[in-house]
């Protein structure tokens, strides 16, 4: 099957401080990537659409400026947390479709951030 | 936008005993519904997925069922393994999204 590579796959850091987490398709060409958030117990929540040469798409509660996305290659997106506190800690994850509509969708391993 | 209701929130069987895991959506325009399973600290791996124009599909011990037209979907685990346990989510997508709305999962315990 298609390969999603995402790194870190853990981090930490301090109050205050922006991280950067970066999504791959390894074996495909990913026009959008799909960014999750998952707290503790809890299912994963759609963020963000990320599009491939544009602005991504996020979703109602979601803060734009705090959540930083660019996809600025058909293998790569990025999320940065910008200011990250305590509350933003959680598992993030991306995943792509490389078949499309309807079709598996690929997740990358997730990035568990820490923000003490 | 969708809206995926899924239960139980916890399921604890007997190993060889079959699992029900039920959800119900809101968009009649949803057409694919995959299952996952998620161990923890892990990604979410496809277990089983079924589109709109099917009712019902099988691999080996796993089973999906659907109704379009009460909206609803389940997952059946026959001859359950103490490796099966783990949270299991059901998904839906609608249309040409590809974005996924996620139950709110259910931890699967298979008592050996």
């Known amino acids: 099957g298609a390969v999603v590579s995402q790194h870190p796959s853990w981090v930490i850091c301090k109050s205050g401080t922006s991280v950067k987490i970066e999504c791959r398709s390894l074996d495909f060409q990913a026009t959008t990537m799909f960014w999750y958030r998952q707290f503790p117990k809890q299912s994963l929540m759609l963020m963000a659409t990320?599009?491939?040469?544009?602005?991504?798409?996020?979703e109602q509660g979601v803060e734009k400026d705090k959540f930083l996305i660019n996809h600025a290659s058909l293998t790569l997106s990025t999320l940065t947390v910008t200011s990250a506190h305590p509350e933003d800690s959680s598992f993030y994850i991306c995943?792509?479709?490389?078949?499309?509509?309807?079709?598996?969708?690929?997740f990358g391993q997730g990035t568990r951030l820490t923000v003490v | 936008g969708e809206n995926v209701e899924q239960h139980p929130s916890t399921l604890s069987v007997q190993e060889g005993d079959s699992a029900v895991i039920k959800c119900t959506y809101s968009?009649?325009?949803?057409?694919?519904f995959p299952w996952y399973k998620q161990e923890l600290g892990k990604r979410p791996q496809l277990i089983i997925d079924i589109r709109s124009n099917v009712g019902e599909k099988k691999d080996q011990r796993i089973a999906v069922t659907l109704n379009k037209t009460a909206k609803h979907f389940s997952l059946h685990i026959t001859e359950t393994q103490p490796e099966d346990s783990a949270v299991y989510f059901c998904a839906a997508t609608q249309g040409s999204a590809r974005q996924l709305t996620f139950g709110s999962g259910t931890q699967l315990t298979v008592l050996p």
């Open positions: 995943s792509a479709n490389p078949g499309g509509a309807d079709t598996e969708a690929f």
């Open positions: 990320s599009n491939e040469g544009s602005k991504a798409t996020y």
């Open positions: 968009d009649s325009a949803s057409n694919y």
